[in-house]
């Protein structure tokens, strides 16, 4: 994937005709990765989400917009596999998927960061982000944890993270924009396809704000659909494609960013504006 990203510059770079990369990742880029087709959500009485349905295209950030509540990390964890819908299909690359754990979420290249980020401070970067996918080394019986190996991969994705995060620090000496270079760095282990990202920078420091975005742009960079969840108006305003909006469950607006405005999408979270 990153050597047809390469290519692709290549070419731009020289000026010349568009080769068949470029019109392998415009093609791309017009194919919905995944359409999600009136799907909603309720616990007991409570309806989370309310008949959403929405497409998502290669190389896309969409900023998710809504008030506490709105049911924004219910709709992504539902994405990822950690819920069910109640009602509703999704289909990725045209074919309907059925979850029911987010390990299968993975296999299809669907990775969340949550909103509590879900690392173990008491461990390293590198042992986090091979948390649960860990490599190992030897012949069956005897597989020991490949330190070594993990230690390096780990490097080279904080590397390609353009990150300063080093391997063999621990979680709970980081920083905030740190631990979230982490949980990144966690979903660049396989070839995902999408990123979803629930409040990366609700809790961290502007330089550090400045840094995840810039991680957001390398992932989109890589053809990757990224969701960014935000409350964060010029965060969204400064690394989103798209802005969907959610009210009460629903979705109340789903377009281009530079067709929107700050103002407009305040109305929209707060209900002064009903819909667009
Ligand atoms: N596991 C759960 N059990 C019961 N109710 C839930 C559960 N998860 C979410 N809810 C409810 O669903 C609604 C939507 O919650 P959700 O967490 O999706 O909102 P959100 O838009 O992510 O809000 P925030 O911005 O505060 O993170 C809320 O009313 C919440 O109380
Ligand atoms: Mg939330």
């Not at 597989?143 to 780990?154: F, G």
Request: proline share 3%.
């Amino acid at each position: 994937m990153e050597r047809r990203v390469r290519l692709s510059l290549a070419s731009k770079q020289a000026g010349s005709e568009r080769t068949d990369s470029d019109k392998f990742w415009e093609a791309r880029r017009l194919v919905a990765v995944l359409e999600l087709t009136n799907i909603s959500k309720h616990f007991g009485a409570i309806q989370a989400v309310n008949d959403v349905s929405f497409s998502l295209e290669a190389g896309q950030v969409v900023g998710l917009m809504g008030d506490n509540g709105a049911g924004k990390s219910t709709l992504v964890k539902m994405i990822a596999g950690n819920f069910r819908p109640s009602h509703g299909t999704m289909r990725l690359d045209g074919t309907e998927i059925v979850m029911h754990r987010p390990k299968e979420a993975r296999l299809h290249g669907i990775e969340i960061v949550h909103q509590d980020l879900a690392l173990c401070n008491n461990l390293t970067a590198a042992a986090n982000v091979f948390l649960g996918r860990e490599l190992r080394r030897g012949i069956w019986p005897i597989r020991i944890l490949d330190y070594k190996a993990m230690y390096k991969r780990a490097g080279e994705i904080f590397r390609e993270l353009k990150s300063e995060t080093r391997p063999r620090d621990l979680v709970k000496q980081m920083s905030g924009g740190q631990r979230q270079a982490v949980a990144i760095g966690r979903t660049m282990l396989s070839e995902a396809k999408i990123v979803l990202m629930d409040e990366p920078t609700a809790a961290i420091s502007v330089r550090q704000v400045a840094e995840v975005l810039n991680l957001i742009r390398e992932l989109r960079d890589r053809g990757i659909v990224v969701v960014l969840i935000s409350h964060r108006m010029p965060d969204v305003f400064s690394v989103a494609d798209r802005v969907i909006v959610m009210r009460r469950g629903r979705k109340v607006a789903d377009k281009p960013i530079a067709a929107s405005s700050p103002e407009e999408v305040t109305g929209l979270i707060t209900g002064a504006i009903e819909q667009v």
